[in-house]
């Protein structure tokens, strides 16, 4: 399976239904969460993303943010979950083993992004951190940037978004310290911002599905 879709990646079909999974991916986005919100930003060139990861829409958001920067952008999956769902490898998916391919990659110059944490759990503090993704950003001389990201229901019908992109690490610098604190610092971002308010310094990347009183708010502006 594997050899078969890295042959249709560079062909028609390919690119077709590459294109065609990501307008499910982005359909699914604008349907299920009312917005997504960004802070901070990527440097150029190649880049080792780390992320926490509690949601199910973790996997679509590194998909976002290269769409975003217009990067190439290849999560790395584990197998099981790509044998499970091998069209994956068309939104950019890679098996998590296949360290050369992704050092290929960054070598062109694209985005490798990972969970670090190995699993997704509840929402909370980020747990003990795997050491490939800093392994890999030294091993490709790229930066590696920490992203916090959360995705809550706060004062809306639908769930929201935030990613906080973080400062890129030096070679040896603390992985695990800073997404920690950059987490730290998003969930207090929420915490004292009103729920139905972004929180300072983030802007609005992709506008998503309005709550129900939004959608007739202009109709009952109309009544007498």
Do not use: C, Q
């Not at 920067?69 to 950019?92: D, H, Q």
């Not at 969930?187 to 929180?199: C, Y």
């Amino acid at each position: 399976m594997r050899d078969l879709f890295d042959r249709l990646k560079g062909r028609p079909t390919g690119k077709a239904l590459r294109f065609f999974v990501g307008a499910l991916l982005f359909l699914s986005l604008k349907r299920s969460l009312r917005g997504v919100y960004l802070r901070g930003e990527a440097p150029g060139g190649p880049l080792v993303l780390a992320l926490n990861h509690h949601s199910f829409f973790d996997g679509h958001l590194v998909w976002l943010l290269g769409r975003l920067y217009r990067r190439p952008v290849s999560l790395l999956v584990a197998e099981e979950n790509l044998r499970n769902f091998p069209v994956l490898k068309l939104a950019g998916a890679l098996e998590a083993g296949r360290v050369r391919e992704a050092l290929r990659r960054l070598g062109r110059g694209e985005w490798v992004a990972l969970f670090p944490e190995g699993a997704m759990a509840y929402p909370g503090a980020l747990r003990p951190l795997r050491r490939g993704a800093g392994w890999l950003a030294g091993k490709a001389g790229a930066p590696l940037l920490p992203v916090a990201l959360r995705v809550v229901l706060r004062g809306y019908e639908h769930p929201e978004a935030f990613l906080l992109m973080g400062k890129p690490l030096l070679p040896g610098e603390d992985l695990e310290g800073a997404l920690g604190e950059l987490l730290g610092d998003l969930d207090a971002l929420l915490a004292k911002t009103h729920p139905r308010e972004v929180p300072e310094g983030f802007r609005e990347v992709l506008r998503g599905r309005r709550s129900l009183e939004e959608r007739i708010r202009p109709l009952v502006r109309l009544l007498p």
